[in-house]
Nanobody, 120 residues
């Protein structure tokens, strides 16, 4: 069994900062890419940022220069530092992890989501 759990969401004023954390646990052989996605009401889920096991990162254009993704491989964790938040960043943020559960089997896992609300 593998679990992916996010934390760190909340309410913040425009221009503020939040840090999201995501922990993967359970029967893990290794973790490939990890990432953050978000879904606003009435919209499709979209990529925010991803990071490979080699620390190569990719960001949505809308968050470049404001958000930073990082990971701690020893702890099986990924983080999203969000600065200069805007109301349009309001969404449920989901953690994704591509996890090798055995030497030959790799699966895609999602967290339950954490709400981020940017409002004055």
């Amino acid at each position: 069994q593998v679990q992916v759990v996010e934390s760190g969401g909340g309410l913040v004023q425009p221009g503020g900062s939040l840090r999201l954390s995501c922990a993967a646990s359970g029967s893990i052989f290794s973790i490939n890419a990890m990432g953050w996605y978000r879904q606003a009401p009435g919209k499709q889920r979209e990529l925010v940022a991803t990071i490979t096991s080699g620390d190569n990162t990719n960001y949505a254009d809308s968050v470049k220069g404001r958000f930073t993704i990082s990971r701690d491989n020893a702890k099986n964790m990924v983080y999203l530092q969000m600065n200069s938040l805007k109301p349009e960043d309001t969404a449920v943020y989901y953690c994704n992890a591509v996890i090798r559960v055995t030497k030959y089997v790799t699966r895609d896992y999602w967290g339950q989501g954490t709400q981020v609300t940017v409002s004055s």
